[in-house]
Each structure stands twice: as structure tokens, then as C-alpha cells.
């Protein structure tokens, strides 16, 4: 059958189907007569057991797994019921607390006493340590958020705009041993800001799409990534005019450089909310 009657047989989107043919967890066959993809019946009841499984949170490596017999649907079911035990236990948990504060009329910060809800502080900052590990590395939030991705994109655009008119008529986009090995008209210097608008429009929901399969801190590592390329844009933007000074030659040292520091933070994070949760323990 084509891809329209499977839409019509799942309900499920053509995009939610070719995903999972990406995905490699269905293989449908080809027909002779036209190379178009022909699904089984077979096919259809997979899709519609994949979906569901995906309502339920988990993941597509797990599901994949089960499809090729390597643990068993039980086993992975047991698992995401425990998980999701533990996520229930702690949303009722706030919901009582919320309940509570909420039973005081006009409760307000100045007149919050926490130990009316937390009578052993210790114990309940060990309950929460997930939410400190988080705010011990809330750069990652900073590094990805929509402003630091604006500031690269008005930092290419500035930068362009600033050294345009002492730009040579040409100038380099290729690089070998310290020598320009290909030339472009110098407006391609506005095309790096274009380039992190084209990262961030086109690019971003695609790893956004790939990632959220997996876990579920998709969307700000999708953020990280898209700010980090944007982040290589810049500094190929700042080399070319750099090499053009003569006052670099190598871009493989500046982009070794500027992964390092990215590398040197994300560190520092983990190294800190591993710290923090030392702390707590």
C-alpha cells in the first residue's frame, strides 16, 4: 500500500512514518514497477505499535531493541512504569505542597516561612537534588537560549557591516597552509548571519526532531547545538578578516580554540553539579 493509505490506516503523519523508516524500525518494500515504497500490512500494524509506545515515553532506542529481540517489551514496560512511578510520586508531592501553601490565604514571599513545609531541610534538598543539578549548570540554558543565539546573528551581521569597506574585492572562503585557496565577491561576508537564520530556522528543528526521540533534554542540547554552529560561524567570520589583516593564518587552531573554551564550560558545569550534589548527599 503507499504512504497515503498508511496516513489514512494510522492516522499518523507521512513525517511520523518516514521517521521511523529513517529510524530503520520498519523497511518497507519497493515496487517493481515504479521504485515507490509499498507497505505491508506487517508495516502498518508496526508503526501503529511504535506510536504508541512513544505516547508512553519510551524511547526509540528501547523500542528498537525489543523490535530486534535484544531485552524484552516486559522488561522495558516494567522499566518506564517504574520511572514514571518515580515522576508521579514526585509531582504529587509538589501538588500537595502547592495545596498547602495555598490553603494560607494571601501567602506571600516576604511572609514565606519554608520550614512550615520542609520540616527536615536536609532530607527534602536530598528529594530534590535533580532540580540543584540543574541549576548548577543553568549556563547550558544561557548558552542556549534565543538571546545568545540573536547576539551571535547581530554579532555576524555588525562584524560584516563594520570591516565591509576595508575588505579587498575578494576575499577568502577556502584555506590551505596559511594560503587562500578560494575567492568569493566580498558581500559573502553577510552570508554568515544568513548562515545562523538558516541554522536556526531549517537546521535546528531537524535535530530538535532527532533528539526528542531519545530524551528528554532534546530541546535544550537542540538549542546548544544550533548556538554552538552559529558560534563557528562567527569565528569563520572574525578569521577571514583576521587572515585578510595577515594577522592569523591557520583556522584550525581558532576553531580548536573556540571548541575548547565550549568544552572547557561544559566541564565546569558537570564538574560543578557533581559538587553541588556532593553536597547535598
Not at 3 to 31: C, M, Q, W
Not at 192 to 203: D, F, G, M, S
Not at 273 to 281: L, V
Request: glycine share 4%; proline share 2%; aromatic share 10%.
Amino acid at each position: 500500500m503507499t504512504i497515503k493509505e498508511v496516513e489514512e490506516r494510522t492516522g499518523l503523519t507521512r513525517s511520523n512514518v518516514r521517521f521511523y523508516e529513517k529510524e530503520k524500525l520498519i523497511a518497507p518494500s519497493r515496487n517493481e514497477n515504479n521504485s515507490y515504497r509499498d507497505y505491508s500490512e506487517r508495516d502498518v500494524e508496526d508503526i501503529k505499535k511504535i506510536a504508541y509506545l512513544r505516547t508512553l515515553g519510551i524511547s526509540i532506542e528501547d523500542i528498537r531493541k525489543v523490535m530486534s529481540k535484544e531485552t524484552t517489551l516486559q522488561k522495558v514496560i516494567e522499566r518506564q512504569s517504574e520511572a514514571l512511578k518515580g515522576q508521579i510520586a514526585d509531582l504529587n508531592r509538589a501538588k500537595a505542597l502547592c495545596e498547602k501553601m495555598l490553603a494560607a490565604e494571601n501567602i506571600s514571599y516576604e511572609e514565606l516561612q519554608i520550614e512550615q513545609y520542609a520540616t527536615d531541610l536536609q532530607d527534602y534538598w536530598n528529594d530534590n537534588q535533580i532540580v540543584f543539578k540543574l541549576d548548577s549548570v543553568s549556563f547550558l540554558y544561557i548558552w542556549g537560549s534565543f538571546i545568545t543565539w540573536t547576539v551571535l546573528t547581530v554579532l555576524c551581521l555588525l562584524i560584516g557591516a563594520l570591516a565591509y569597506a576595508d575588505l579587498p574585492p575578494e576575499i577568502p572562503v577556502q584555506w590551505s597552509d596559511g594560503v587562500a585557496s578560494a575567492l568569493v565577491d566580498k558581500k559573502f561576508i553577510f552570508v554568515y548571519p544568513i548562515v545562523c537564520i538558516a541554522i536556526r530556522y531549517l537546521l535546528r528543528p531537524l535535530i530538535y526532531a532527532k533528539l526528542q526521540m531519545y530524551n528528554r533534554c532534546g530541546e535544550i542540547v537542540a538549542e546548544y547545538l544550533t548556538n554552538y554552529m552559529c558560534f563557528i560561524a562567527l569565528s569563520i567570520e572574525v578569521f577571514s578578516i583576521l587572515f585578510i589583516l595577515h594577522v592569523v593564518k591557520n583556522i584550525v587552531i581558532f576553531l580548536f580554540l573556540d571548541t575548547a573554551v565550549l568544552i572547557g564550560l561544559l566541564l565546569v558545569g558537570i564538574a560543578k553539579m557533581g559538587s553541588d550534589g556532593r553536597k547535598h548527599d
